[in-house]
């Protein structure tokens, strides 16, 4: 049986417009055309056979078998989020052959006056809604490919809850129709706002121009908003994240998350990566959700729950810092040595000998190579016309590789 190329045509946003003499001749020279009845009635006077665009895996068997010259019809690129990934997945890529047209991505960014070159490209129509979140809220410029379950309004909502809300909102409605509209809102905004099921939804960092700048490492304790003694201090921060040995797209858990100030340097360190900051007592939520606001950070999300509750739904980290156990030190060890990645890394802090003597003790009885430095800061402090060191306790930081020798 001969197998015929099969022509794989993106239709511009408008219909006609932008179809190639190439892409032309192939759909008038074609047999069969098959796509939306959208696309279909662009080419009322089409000779051959036209077929309406169904079930994938009718079409597929039809492709297989078909002796006849088809033209697919798709919206804009066909390779964008579209027909073609399926197609080159079943199908030997030497019978098909695309002809894109200008994307409905392409034209929103093109009408609201942005570039589109530094956007990250999402969809969520029938994926799940979270690794979409994640990727937003790491992202300075996203298009969103919403569906009628994931709409504008449900994204919102999943960006206020995890403190992202510093976004510039573009609602991209009906795009190419008589009722085409471009809202420009704010995150909250989208909460109530009705929208077309047919949106492109498109989030831009909101940098202003007053917003003021904070170091990647090394932000002052004072500028974190925090209860008394809450706050793992600028300089044993320091070295504890010197001992992550933090790469730019890791998965970090922080364990008992506090005020949150080692999530947010570590998200600053790790531009690519991902931040989970687990804390659950209600007196600390407070804090942790004003500073992910005021230092932007876009990659940390707040998990309200105390592990090892709460840790089940997230991606196996490369690294983990435990900064407050709330007594349940061994219960936490043992349900992150079940999830952390080969050769990773878990980093504690302790302050008192008997939790320094059983976290040793305990992740050296589970095959761990571990080595403890100890941390002892003294500050100075003003005394009439003289300075004066004031020391603070001493902090002992438990650095554990897997699968150490």
Same mark, same amino acid.
């Given at each position: 049986m001969t197998q015929q190329k099969i022509y794989l045509v993106g239709a511009g946003i408008k219909g006609w417009e932008g179809f190639g003499s190439k892409a032309l001749e192939v759909i008038s020279s074609g047999e069969v055309l098959m796509g939306a009845q959208r696309h279909l009635d662009i080419f009322p006077d089409y000779p051959g056979e036209k077929l309406v665009l169904g079930d994938l895996p009718a079409m597929l068997e039809f492709l297989k078998k078909t002796e006849k010259r088809v033209t697919l019809l798709a919206s804009g690129d066909p390779n964008f989020f579209? +027909?073609? !990934? &399926? +197609?080159?997945?079943? +199908?030997? @890529? $030497?019978?098909? $052959?695309?002809?894109?047209?200008v994307? #409905?991505?392409?034209?929103? &960014?093109? !009408?609201? @006056? $942005?570039?589109?070159?530094?956007?990250? &490209?999402?969809?969520?129509?029938? !994926?799940?809604? @979270? #690794?979409a979140i994640d990727k937003i809220i790491a992202s300075e410029k996203v298009a969103v490919l919403t569906d009628g379950k994931h709409s504008p309004a449900v994204i919102a909502q999943e960006l206020i809850k995890r403190g992202a809300e510093g976004y510039i909102a573009w609602l991209c409605e009906d795009l190419g129709m008589p009722s085409e509209k471009f809202t420009r809102t704010d995150v909250r905004g989208l909460v109530e706002f009705p929208c077309s099921p047919l949106n492109i939804l498109i989030l831009i960092k909101a940098w202003e121009p007053t917003l003021e700048t904070w170091p990647v490492m090394g932000i002052d304790d004072d500028q974190f908003a925090t209860a008394k003694k809450l706050i793992t201090k600028q300089e044993v921060r320091a070295v504890t994240l010197a001992k992550l040995q933090l790469q730019n797209d890791q998965v970090l858990w922080d364990i008992g998350a506090g005020s949150g100030s080692v999530s947010i340097e570590a998200g600053n360190l790790m531009t690519n990566g991902k931040v989970f900051a687990l804390e659950k007592n209600p007196n600390y939520l407070g804090f942790i959700r004003e500073n992910l606001r005021k230092f932007s950070a876009g990659n940390v999300m707040l998990i309200e729950a105390c592990a090892p509750e709460g840790i089940d739904d997230l991606p196996d980290p490369d690294r983990v810092f435990i900064g407050g156990s709330g007594g349940m030190l061994e219960e936490i060890i043992e349900a992150v040595d079940k999830r952390l990645k080969p050769e990773g890394m878990i980093v504690l802090n302790a302050v008192t000998l008997d939790t320094l003597t059983k976290a040793v003790e305990f992740l050296e009885d589970h095959g761990y190579s571990v080595e403890v430095c100890c941390v002892n800061v003294a500050r100075t402090r003003p005394l009439t016309e003289y300075k004066m060191f004031e020391a603070h306790n001493p902090v002992y930081i438990i650095t554990a590789r897997k699968g150490g020798e």
């Amino acid at each position: 049986m001969t197998q015929q190329k099969i022509y794989l045509v993106g239709a511009g946003i408008k219909g006609w417009e932008g179809f190639g003499s190439k892409a032309l001749e192939v759909i008038s020279s074609g047999e069969v055309l098959m796509g939306a009845q959208r696309h279909l009635d662009i080419f009322p006077d089409y000779p051959g056979e036209k077929l309406v665009l169904g079930d994938l895996p009718a079409m597929l068997e039809f492709l297989k078998k078909t002796e006849k010259r088809v033209t697919l019809l798709a919206s804009g690129d066909p390779n964008f989020f579209g +027909l073609s !990934r &399926f +197609l080159l997945r079943n +199908l030997p @890529k $030497e019978r098909i $052959e695309i002809f894109p047209n200008v994307t #409905s991505m392409q034209y929103a &960014f093109a !009408r609201i @006056k $942005e570039t589109w070159d530094d956007a990250l &490209f999402v969809s969520v129509h029938g !994926r799940g809604i @979270k #690794s979409a979140i994640d990727k937003i809220i790491a992202s300075e410029k996203v298009a969103v490919l919403t569906d009628g379950k994931h709409s504008p309004a449900v994204i919102a909502q999943e960006l206020i809850k995890r403190g992202a809300e510093g976004y510039i909102a573009w609602l991209c409605e009906d795009l190419g129709m008589p009722s085409e509209k471009f809202t420009r809102t704010d995150v909250r905004g989208l909460v109530e706002f009705p929208c077309s099921p047919l949106n492109i939804l498109i989030l831009i960092k909101a940098w202003e121009p007053t917003l003021e700048t904070w170091p990647v490492m090394g932000i002052d304790d004072d500028q974190f908003a925090t209860a008394k003694k809450l706050i793992t201090k600028q300089e044993v921060r320091a070295v504890t994240l010197a001992k992550l040995q933090l790469q730019n797209d890791q998965v970090l858990w922080d364990i008992g998350a506090g005020s949150g100030s080692v999530s947010i340097e570590a998200g600053n360190l790790m531009t690519n990566g991902k931040v989970f900051a687990l804390e659950k007592n209600p007196n600390y939520l407070g804090f942790i959700r004003e500073n992910l606001r005021k230092f932007s950070a876009g990659n940390v999300m707040l998990i309200e729950a105390c592990a090892p509750e709460g840790i089940d739904d997230l991606p196996d980290p490369d690294r983990v810092f435990i900064g407050g156990s709330g007594g349940m030190l061994e219960e936490i060890i043992e349900a992150v040595d079940k999830r952390l990645k080969p050769e990773g890394m878990i980093v504690l802090n302790a302050v008192t000998l008997d939790t320094l003597t059983k976290a040793v003790e305990f992740l050296e009885d589970h095959g761990y190579s571990v080595e403890v430095c100890c941390v002892n800061v003294a500050r100075t402090r003003p005394l009439t016309e003289y300075k004066m060191f004031e020391a603070h306790n001493p902090v002992y930081i438990i650095t554990a590789r897997k699968g150490g020798e």
